[in-house]
């Protein structure tokens, strides 16, 4: 099993470049989610799905989208990269439990 | 409504003592409240978790006191180790799809 997996763990992006973060577990999890961390801001909610095909905003969710063809993939898609989206961005899977388990991160720079 | 009030934001603690991390809701709604614990570089892993129908929870060194008519609940880490330096960051969340909401995170360091 191994868990949530994110690419890439670094990427620096021009303003208005695109990128997309992929994201990929292997749990058979229904739910998952993208957080972006910034310091001293905790971990913000951008999107989450509850299953493949549907998919909601979050707290935080200009400048970003989502899709979920399938059950293990939730990709995150930058398209006009703009500096405020410089981050740490984290995808996460939810079980039957409670217990979220996330990703490794991938840090992005936007300059 | 949704926020999750987290202080300090850094504590530096000796090696043997004890670390005390606070938060404060305002959701009367929250019913899940867990403690997740993130090392440099990595991401957060779930620490330690209580619902509001028990005041305290405890797994080891590790202990959760809820206090519902306060809407308060806190982390304390018991005998402090210097493994235990981390970000610790708690959460809340009302069933709503599993949506956590975030405390800003607490930089723990333990002095050896």
């Known amino acids: 099993n191994a868990g949530v997996t994110q690419t890439p763990k670094f990427r620096i992006l021009k303003i208005g470049q695109s990128m997309t973060l992929q994201c990929t577990q292997d749990?058979?999890?229904?739910?998952m989610y993208w957080y972006r961390q910034d310091p001293g801001m905790g971990l913000k909610l951008i999107y989450y799905s509850v299953g493949a095909g549907i998919t909601d905003k979050g707290e935080v969710p200009n400048g970003y989208n989502v899709s979920r063809s399938t059950t293990e993939d939730f990709p995150l898609r930058l398209e006009l990269a703009a500096p405020s989206q410089t981050s740490v961005y984290f995808c996460a899977s939810l079980g039957g439990g409670s217990e979220q388990y996330f990703g490794p991160g991938t840090r992005l720079t936007v300059t | 409504q949704q926020q999750v009030k987290q202080s300090p934001q850094s504590l530096i603690v000796q090696k043997g003592g004890i670390s005390i991390i606070n938060c404060a809701y305002e959701?009367?709604?929250?019913?899940?409240f867990p403690w997740y614990q993130q090392f440099p570089g990595k991401g957060p892993a779930l620490l330690i978790a209580?619902?509001?129908?028990?005041s305290e929870k405890k797994e080891g060194r590790f202990t959760i006191s809820f206090n519902k008519s306060a809407k308060q609940f806190s982390l304390h880490i018991m005998d402090s180790q210097p493994g235990d330096s981390a970000t610790y960051f708690c959460?809340?969340?009302?069933?709503?799809?599993?949506?956590?909401?975030f405390g800003q995170g607490t930089e723990l360091s333990v002095k050896p």
């Open positions: 959701n009367t709604a929250f019913d899940y």
């Open positions: 959460a809340a969340t009302g069933n709503q799809g599993g949506k956590l909401i």
């Open positions: 749990m058979n999890h229904n739910y």
């Open positions: 209580i619902r509001p129908d028990v």
